[in-house]
């Protein structure tokens, strides 16, 4: 089922202008990656390396590259947190890091955690602070589709909460915590509808496309309390380019 996901995501990401182009790793090149580091890949990341194993996601992952020729720059990146003694515990040989982020954030998944495996971030802020893990997604695929989601939304979230924080008749602080308010409130929300899908998606052994995915959120989410309220508020709405007839 990961396979025409993956195609679907494809098709999502170059029409959302996510990135530029999608370009796979064969399969040859993944069989020898594989047999290189003695074990086989969770078949979600597989099938994602199948499909963009060879594309510059730059723009998708906020600077982090995905790429197959990327991998053992990530590996370094890991071995010397390691040698400084920052991060011990991601010296274990049942975690993957298949990426990071300017050398202080590792992206990583494990492979005894099933076919697709949840997301962690370990993040090292200097070389006296041991590094901070936390979870990003309980699901590799749910991770590439919240990304592409935020990279879409990342250069004009942050100006369109600035002028709405900035509103005259109102305290920056004052708009700050509302913000924040209703943002944990929508984050909730979408957590707990996203992880309701996945498992009806393995339950009938076929994930939800992007836009699907898209279609069925925003249709729920304008039918909450809370977007009633943030319409009242004329506060930014999350989302707000999609559309429900599944284009931008």
Known sequence: ???????????????????????GADEAMLSEFEQHRG????????????????????????????????????????????AEGLIPWLDDP?????????????????????DDPAVF????????TPAERSQLAPA???????????AIERQSWPQAY????RQPNATVEEQSKL??????EYAKLYADFSAQLYQADIHRHQLTSPWDFLNAWV????????YRRMQTLNMPIPLGWVRLTGER
Not at 54 to 82: K, M, P
Not at 99 to 104: A, N
Not at 106 to 111: K, S
Request: proline fraction near 2%; charge should be negative.
């Open 1 to 23: 089922m990961y396979a025409p996901y993956m195609h679907e995501l494809a098709r999502f990401v170059t029409k959302t202008r996510v990135v530029e182009t999608v370009a």
């Open 121 to 128: 971030c370990a993040i090292s802020a200097d070389e006296t």
């Open 179 to 184: 913000v924040i308010q209703h943002m944990q």
């Open 94 to 114: 049942l975690i993957i890091p298949f990426t990071h982020h300017t050398g202080s954030i590792i992206y990583y998944l494990r492979r005894d955690d099933g």
């Open 140 to 150: 590799f695929s749910i991770w590439l589709r919240n990304s592409a989601f935020d």
């Open 39 to 82: 074990y086989r890949l969770p078949a979600c990341y597989r099938a994602f390396l199948q499909t963009f194993g060879n594309t510059n996601t730059h723009g998708w992952f906020d600077s982090a590259y995905t790429s197959i020729d990327r991998f053992d720059e990530t590996l370094e990146v890991v071995q010397d947190l390691i």
């Open 162 to 165: 600035i002028t709405y924080i």
């Open 219 to 226: 249709g729920t989410f304008r039918q909450s309390d809370l």
